[in-house]
């Protein structure tokens, strides 16, 4: 999760406030694919199993402060499903032995209401040469709001906010060789599922249409 040229699925197995013992409530998605981020955290226990915690979408940087055995990543969101925050989103990336990457950092948490000190664990999926991967934005003005989509392998999902402050979100896996919507917010969200194969005009740079709308190809590729 450390190059920004570099293309990345992970998720979350646990999270630690301010050195208490790790735990994970969320099914968390984050995609990382060349300067490009879409993070969907959805709660799995608890009164609020099967809501959004948070999700965002936004351009990763690496900070001066980053160095080659600790990287230090920052996300400047493009979306948010929480309020604005005067609190910078980044973090100091470790690697473990086991291969999973640990992220030291300071956030809101939504439990306390307060920022806290956290130690977040990732683990990465593995990724085979030759799958494709791609993140698009949508450039249709006047359907108001902003939308993302991205997909990494077998993984996409789906991120909008419209001008009302309404988050939509869906998450789809392929399972069993076929596509399946694995989450998405109440209401069900009006964005559309990204083709199993992306077609030969998803390159960098390039208008598509998908969904009646225009969406811009951020970045796209197959993984080398």
Same mark, same amino acid.
């Given at each position: 999760?450390?190059?920004?040229?570099?293309?990345?699925?992970?998720?979350?197995?646990?999270?630690?406030?301010?050195?208490?013992p790790a735990f994970e409530d969320t099914d968390t998605l984050v995609f990382t694919v060349n300067g490009w981020s879409?993070?969907?955290?959805?709660?799995? /226990?608890?009164?609020?199993?099967?809501?959004?915690?948070?999700?965002?979408?936004?351009?990763?940087?690496? /900070?001066?402060?980053s160095t080659t055995g600790n990287p230090e990543l920052k996300w400047d969101h493009l979306i948010d499903s929480r309020p604005p925050s005067d609190l910078p989103d980044q973090g100091v990336f470790q690697s473990l032995p086991n291969g999973d990457v640990t992220e030291t950092g300071v956030m809101f948490n939504p439990k306390t209401g307060r920022n806290e000190h956290y130690v977040e664990t990732w683990r990465r999926y593995p990724t085979q040469p030759g799958e494709q991967y791609c993140i698009l934005e949508r450039i249709d003005h006047d359907k108001g709001?902003?939308?993302?989509?991205?997909?990494?392998?077998?993984? /996409?999902?789906?991120?909008?906010?419209?001008?009302?402050?309404?988050?939509?979100?869906y998450r789809e896996q392929v399972?069993?060789?076929?596509?399946?919507?694995?989450?998405?917010?109440?209401?069900?969200?009006?964005?559309?599922?990204?083709?199993? /194969?992306?077609?030969?005009?998803?390159?960098?740079?390039?208008?598509?249409?998908?969904?009646g709308c225009r969406w811009a190809v951020c970045t796209a590729g197959r993984v080398g």
């Open positions: 999760m450390h190059s920004m040229a570099a293309v990345r699925a992970a998720k979350r197995v646990g999270i630690s406030w301010l050195d208490q879409l993070d969907l955290r959805v709660f799995t /226990t608890g009164p609020d199993a099967g809501n959004i915690d948070w999700a965002t979408a936004a351009r990763v940087t690496e /900070t001066g402060n709001g902003s939308a993302y989509l991205g997909k990494v392998g077998p993984r /996409t999902l789906g991120l909008a906010l419209d001008d009302d402050g309404v988050f939509e979100a399972q069993d060789g076929q596509v399946k919507r694995v989450f998405e917010s109440t209401p069900g969200p009006s964005l559309p599922s990204l083709p199993e /194969t992306l077609p030969e005009d998803y390159v960098d740079g390039a208008e598509v249409e998908l969904g």
